[in-house]
């Protein structure tokens, strides 16, 4: 019992992730989009980041205990319990690409702006800059083998994540915090 639970709450933290990364880019879009916004949606935020993942959780938890309570939880022999979580971490994966791609346009937008000074080069150079600092923010490098299938592209996926993923909270922190006067 111990060890499924440990498992519940790794799996709990795992998809919670997903959901802040998606809520950090919901927050962000909605900066850009409605500038004069009085409402900061705080309460919609922690439904999405802490909400969803519980729901799903419980509903994951649910069908192991129906359909394949063996073990700790820590093998998938049948794939029904485990799309239950691969499901809502793709679509999180999913509209948190969207919401980059579509950052991405509206700075683009704004560095074209007439009102923006520089040569196209500077402006370019600032593009490529601000998608770089979006990239770990958004969590854009889940995107890369989101849509694989696991047993395809497993040992590529495990090193790509290790070295990217591990670092991601050292990166926003440094790039957001640290190096951020506001802050």
Request: charged residues 10%; proline residues 4%; contains cysteine.
């Amino acid at each position: 019992v111990g060890c499924k639970a440990i498992l519940v709450f790794f799996q709990y933290g795992v998809m919670a992730n997903f959901y802040w990364l998606l809520v950090e880019g919901l927050y962000l879009h909605i900066l850009l989009v409605l500038i004069f916004s009085p409402n900061r949606h705080f309460t919609v935020y922690l439904l999405i980041g802490w909400g969803i993942p519980t729901i799903f959780i419980i509903t994951w938890t649910v069908t192991r205990i129906l359909l394949e309570d063996t073990g700790c939880w820590d093998t998938n022999e049948h794939s029904g319990p485990w799309w239950v979580i691969r499901i809502p971490i793709l679509i999180s994966i999913i509209v948190n690409f969207i919401l980059f791609i579509s950052i991405i346009r509206i700075l683009l937008q704004k560095l074209r702006s007439p009102d923006v000074g520089g040569n196209d080069q500077s402006q370019y150079k600032r593009l490529a800059k601000s998608t770089l600092l979006l990239i770990p923010l958004f969590g854009v490098h889940y995107t890369v083998f989101a849509l694989f299938p696991d047993r395809s592209s497993n040992n590529y996926k495990i090193i790509f994540e290790l070295c990217l993923g591990s670092f991601q909270g050292l990166i926003v922190a440094v790039l957001y915090c640290f190096l951020n006067s506001e802050v």
